[in-house]
């Protein structure tokens, strides 16, 4: 019990934690406004290195010169969507965590929801078919005939100790 109990202790502690950045504090911008829209961009995009991780996240020396980048456009004035676009056309589609929804990304898009979709219909047409042939078995049970129901009711109203053939 104690050995359980320090370990929800312990989990209860590292999910309390904030997440740790990989941020370096000679990254960080003087404005906080401006620091804050550098992290909201950086959360939105791809360590091209790691691969399944935010630039804010990654430690990578790639993602770092991705934040300073970030930073540099911002500084320089531009908005969230002409830093997105600008790293976008650099580097391609796949820069972003979140991609755009385009004539190149539909099928990407689309794909979840259809399979998400078509599992649903399976599942209906299983479980109305399954409910069809239980059906089916009450209605094609096997008639018994009157000496059969007479032996059916003698077993059914014999006492469980008596032993009958």
């Known amino acids: 019990m104690k050995q359980f109990l320090a370990c929800l202790f312990a989990v209860t502690v590292l999910l309390g934690c904030p997440a740790a950045y990989a941020v370096q504090p000679d990254e960080i911008m003087a404005d906080p406004a401006k620091e ?6 950086s959360r939105e995009l791809r360590c091209m290195v790691c691969q399944n991780q935010s630039i ?16 540099e456009r911002i500084a320089a ?3 969230d969507a002409q830093v997105i676009d600008f790293l976008a056309a650099r580097y391609g589609e796949f ?3 979140k991609p755009r ?3 190149h990304t539909l099928l990407l898009w689309l794909v979840p929801p259809l399979v998400l979709l078509g599992g649903g219909f399976v599942m209906w047409r299983y479980s109305r078919r399954r409910g069809k042939s239980a059906g089916d078995t009450d209605d094609s049970a096997v008639k018994l005939t009157a000496d059969e129901k007479a032996r059916l009711e003698r077993l059914m109203a014999a006492e469980p100790t008596e032993k009958l053939l």
């Open 36 to 41: 804050s829209r550098a992290r909201d961009l």
């Open 56 to 71: 804010d996240d990654s430690e990578a020396p790639l993602a770092r010169d991705l934040r300073l980048l970030v930073r």
């Open 77 to 79: 004035g531009d908005s």
């Open 95 to 97: 820069v972003l965590l």
């Open 101 to 103: 929804v385009n004539q």
